[in-house]
């Protein structure tokens, strides 16, 4: 870790290095909050003496699984299921799940350590928790994924419950997953029990504006954070790397803020579009098609496909990192940077690598870290749960204009407590520290749990 760290704070951390070996991920999330806590742990000596800290970085409960499932051949393939119940101090564990081929226990528990504190953030009775499988569905058949997602819940129904514990989707798990992991989880419990998952159909107790939810939220962060600068996203240039839920609804939202969007991306190459992305198209390719990004570039003969290419090494003033873990380095930072960025918003969960955010920080730009940036998507997932309970739906503007409000809250809690802590201006100390004297506060009142 950084060599400001606080003595008692390093051990902890020498500590969670060696009771998780190998994790990297993991490793890598954690330092980012610890790094934080110096002034806190000052402040507050009872966080020490009830070992809060040592507690935080240890899941409550951690469920590995076999996932046996037959392709439309017949042929039988073995995948490994996760769910880290990670903390409960707040409210039921809540987290999206993950089905992507790299997929393993530090990145579940990486995402679960994350949720924690940007569910805190949120203002909303939600804990922390993470799940997924190694399972690819790229390719995949519409039975095939069925299959999977019965065998997946079949064993995971036995820890859920909408007072225990309540998944979503994340990378690789959208409506029609939840679909019938819901549908099977209905048969098996045989309650038909809508508090039990988030990103519903419409249909069967589905909220309006969460598949939209986490870009919108995204973009209403950075909003604020350029109004702070007396900037606005009307004529910016930006960038939003992948093509999935997160990157659709970040281009929509800022091409209504009046941005441009000139690029998106997958991981086999980079779409540039110079007069802005036409956010339809990609919601045909993607959401419906299922198809790759390259074909955008068959139905618009002025945009270009670079195959391979690197999103971050095109000009703009706004980045919306909205693909995965470590997408950008720290020499994609210093470009970024070095071309006239102002800000960089974190639709996906922890994009920046530590030398990245260093740059970001140095720099002096609005940077708005993942666990602020992205808590849209789980703040919506918490109004779905508050309208499952009271079996009533909300329109879209009704439930939009809560998330903005979650969203402008967020930034507004990690602006001023970054004042508070003697770092103005960094979102990374402000998100830290505000998302986790909630949860440091809420462990303590419970006792030694
Ligand atoms: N997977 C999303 C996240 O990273 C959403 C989780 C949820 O809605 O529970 O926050």
């Given at each position: 870790m950084s060599p400001q760290i606080d003595e008692k704070l390093e051990t902890m951390?020498?500590?969670?290095?060696?009771?998780?070996?190998?994790?990297?991920?993991?490793?890598q999330a954690v330092a980012e909050v610890l790094e934080s806590l110096n002034p806190v742990i000052?402040?507050?000596?009872?966080?020490?003496?009830?070992?809060?800290?040592e507690r935080i970085c240890e899941p409550e409960r951690q469920i590995i699984f076999r996932v046996p499932w037959q392709d439309?051949?017949?042929?039988?393939?073995?995948?490994?299921?996760f769910r880290v119940e990670f903390n409960s101090a707040l409210g039921p564990y809540k987290g999206g799940l993950r089905f992507h081929p790299s997929v393993y226990l530090g990145i579940i528990k990486f995402l679960g350590f994350e949720q924690i504190f940007k569910n805190s953030l949120t203002g909303m009775p939600i804990g922390g928790g993470k799940g997924g499988s190694d399972f690819d569905p790229k390719g995949k058949s519409d039975d095939e994924i069925m299959?999977?997602?019965?065998?997946?819940m079949t064993e995971l129904y036995r820890h859920l419950g909408e007072h225990t514990d309540v998944p979503a989707g994340d990378i690789g798990v959208g409506g029609r997953e939840i679909g019938y992991m819901f549908?099977?989880?209905?048969?098996?419990?045989?309650?038909w029990e809508a508090g039990v998952l988030t990103g519903k159909g419409l249909k069967w107790g589905g909220s309006l504006v969460r598949p939209e939810a986490t870009g919108y939220g995204a973009t209403f962060f950075i909003n604020e954070a350029l109004k702070v600068r007396k900037e606005s996203f009307a004529g910016k240039t930006c960038l939003v790397s992948g093509s999935g839920n997160v990157a659709i609804y970040t281009v929509e939202k800022i091409h209504q803020l009046g941005g441009k969007c000139i690029a998106c991306s997958d991981s086999n190459g980079v779409i540039v579009h110079e007069k802005g992305l036409d956010v339809e198209l990609i919601k045909q390719l993607k959401e419906v098609e299922r198809r790759r990004i390259k074909d955008y570039a068959d139905y618009h003969?002025?945009?270009?496909?670079?195959?391979?290419?690197?999103?971050?090494?095109?000009?703009?003033?706004?980045?919306?990192?909205?693909?995965?873990?470590?997408?950008i380095n720290g020499k994609d930072a210093k470009t970024l940077v070095k071309n006239g960025c102002i800000a960089v918003g974190e639709g996906a969960n922890m994009p920046t690598t530590p030398e990245g955010i260093k740059v970001f920080l140095d720099a002096k730009i609005a940077y708005g870290p993942g666990k602020a940036a992205n808590?849209?998507?789980v703040a919506t997932s918490a109004l779905e749960m508050q309208q499952n309970a009271q079996r009533d739906s909300w329109s879209f503007d009704f439930t939009e204009k809560k998330l903005e409000g979650i969203m402008v809250g967020i930034h507004q809690?990690?602006?001023d407590t970054a004042e508070e802590y003697g770092a103005p201006g960094n979102y990374v100390v402000g998100a830290n520290i505000a998302g986790f004297i909630k949860v440091a506060d809420a462990m303590v009142a419970h006792g030694l749990v």
């Open positions: 951390y020498q500590e969670v290095l060696k009771r998780n070996p190998g994790e990297v991920e993991f490793h000052s402040k507050h000596p009872e966080y020490l003496e009830r070992k809060i800290i439309d051949n017949g042929q039988v393939h073995i995948n490994r299921g299959r999977f997602c019965q065998s997946f549908g099977q989880y209905k048969r098996i419990t045989n309650r003969k002025d945009a270009k496909y670079i195959a391979n290419g690197n999103i971050w090494d095109i000009p703009c003033q706004v980045a919306m990192p909205s693909a995965t873990q470590n997408e808590a849209g998507g809690l990690c602006h």
